[in-house]
T-cell receptor, first 114, second 114 residues
């Protein structure tokens, strides 16, 4: 399978703990996006990378959130000092650069903060 | 900035009946338009997209959508639905600038009844 893969699929953590999620995009895709989806809502943009450069961050991405994409391949999203409000599905997507190129989504990581 | 409104959160319809899922958007810039489908426990999958040209766009699984610039709408239609079409449907837009992240609506749950 050469789609977008995310790991883990589910994560339960205690409030205040740090968590890290991984996304492996489709190999030839140079753009990588992170979104967050809460129950009953559509995905909300968090941040995106073109190759290894993080080019835009949403105001939703507080200082507790950090994302990296070393070497322009896989990406990690870390949440420090998790809060109950961080409970959500975290989605990763990748695409080629041209305008209107399809974004391919992973199945997401469901985070539950207890 | 863009925003997307999906007017119906839930649409029940009987099998083999036609269906229309409504989507309106607002944007200060030109946009690309998308419909994604999300089946339970699966990632978002692109149904169709409008980039330019003909305002009637055909997608996978027999779906089509029509871009109406004057009404800022991009409604999704299918002439005859199947049980397997039961899923969450998301309308999304992206600006034609450099980032091109997607802004999603809140989704419409389509339930096809036997």
């Amino acid at each position: 399978d050469t789609g977008v893969s995310q790991d883990p699929r589910h994560k339960i953590t205690k409030r205040g703990q740090n968590v890290t999620f991984r996304c492996d995009p489709i190999s030839e895709h140079n753009r990588l996006y992170w979104y967050r989806q809460t129950l009953g809502q559509g995905p909300e943009f968090l941040t995106y990378f073109q190759n290894e450069a993080q080019l835009e961050k949403s105001r939703l991405l507080s200082d507790r959130f950090s994302a990296e994409r070393p070497k322009g391949s896989f990406s990690t999203l870390e949440i420090q000092r998790t809060e109950q409000g961080d409970s959500a599905m975290y989605l990763c997507a990748s695409s080629l650069a041209p305008a209107g190129a399809e974004a391919f989504f992973g199945q997401g990581t469901r985070l539950t903060v207890v | 900035a863009q925003s997307v409104t999906q007017l119906d959160s839930q649409v029940p319809v009987f099998e083999e009946a036609p269906v229309e899922l409504r989507c309106n958007y607002s944007s200060s810039v030109s946009v690309y338009l998308f419909w994604y489908v999300q089946y339970p426990n699966q990632g978002l999958q692109l149904l169709l997209k409008y980039l330019s040209g003909s305002t009637l766009v055909k997608g996978i699984n027999g779906f089509e959508a029509e871009f109406n610039k004057s009404q800022t709408s991009f409604h999704l239609r299918k002439p005859s639905v199947h049980i397997s079409d039961t899923a969450e449907y998301f309308c999304a837009v992206s600006g034609k600038g450099s980032a091109r992240q997607l802004t999603f609506g809140s989704g419409t749950q389509l339930t096809v009844l036997p």
